[in-house]
């Protein structure tokens, strides 16, 4: 298999440029309150992803995960609060647009799919070094000297991702000719060729069988523990929150009522209570 070492060697770069020690906070959300309206989504939220762990959102449906989610990647301002990157120095994030963000080293994937289905796989995932290029219109149009040796580099990388992903038999496939499970693994695909610091993922198994569970769980771990890329994510099985993430912060309401390693969150007797009442509403 292989491990991703051009993004390894991008994530070695960046931190080469900082004192983040591996366990120290990269990504801190402090009193972050968001309203729609007269809708209170996120209020007072406060957590701390630490650099190199795997950091999972819970809660029941409507709890304001996927809200916060979209204030870290730049889709959503809060009106109070404070988000910081640290990822060789200190980036703010709440007044950024999502293009800053993703060249900060913040990369995101959605809920729902967000792929271009009649394009292929290799250009799908093309599309997530566009932050990277730097090559101006007339040599990109032309397609010569430093276009064309940037675009070399770029395919490379990008084949480098498609075999992490297990992808060579459908990179020049349409992606909207592929089975669920297989997008989805596109769109971690795209995210990686941002080659992120953070990898921010919302619900990266919705909707998959436990063999394509597994899989993605394991590409995760991979990505984690391999390239030390942290990662974010929302997740409702609870099984698999358990066994890859170290770090649990649980919402309810828009606001945090438990935060902490994962068995000690699951003892939780708000965290029972907010689930065991989704439960009876249903």
């Not at 795997?54 to 996927?66: D, L």
């Not at 979209?70 to 980036?91: D, V």
Request: include cysteine; charged fraction near 25%; aromatic fraction near 6%.
């Amino acid at each position: 298999m292989v491990f991703l070492p051009e993004l390894t060697r991008a994530y070695r770069h960046n931190l080469n440029g900082s004192s983040l020690e591996r366990g120290a906070t990269q990504l801190e959300v402090k009193d972050v309150s968001l309203r729609f309206g007269g809708v209170q989504a996120l209020e007072d939220v406060s957590l701390a992803v630490r650099q190199g762990g795997i950091h999972a959102v819970i809660g029941p449906n409507g709890a304001g995960k996927t809200s916060l989610l979209n204030c870290i990647s730049g889709l959503y301002r809060p009106q109070r609060g404070s988000i910081a990157l640290q990822n060789g120095k200190r980036h703010e994030l709440t007044k950024a647009r999502p293009s800053r963000i993703a060249k900060w080293g913040v990369a995101r994937s959605f809920q729902n799919i967000e792929l271009f289905k009649h394009m292929t796989v290799l250009e799908n995932l093309m599309l997530g070094r566009h932050t990277h290029m730097r090559h101006n219109v007339l040599t990109a149009l032309l397609y010569w000297g430093p276009a064309e040796r940037q675009e070399i580099r770029e395919r490379e990388l990008v084949e480098e991702v498609v075999d992490f992903l297990e992808l060579q038999a459908f990179r020049k496939q349409e992606v909207g000719r592929l089975s669920y499970g297989f997008q989805k693994r596109v769109e971690l695909g795209r995210a990686l060729c941002i080659q992120p610091a953070v990898l921010v993922l919302d619900e990266p198994m919705a909707g998959m069988n436990t063999e394509e569970k597994e899989d993605m769980a394991r590409f995760i771990l991979d990505v984690n523990e391999l390239a030390g890329v942290t990662v974010v994510l929302i997740e409702h099985d609870m099984g698999v929150v358990m066994d890859i993430s170290d770090r649990v912060t649980v919402l309810d309401f828009g606001r945090v009522i438990a935060d902490g390693e994962p068995a000690q969150v699951s003892s939780d007797p708000a965290v029972i209570e907010a689930y065991l009442g989704e439960q009876r509403a249903a």
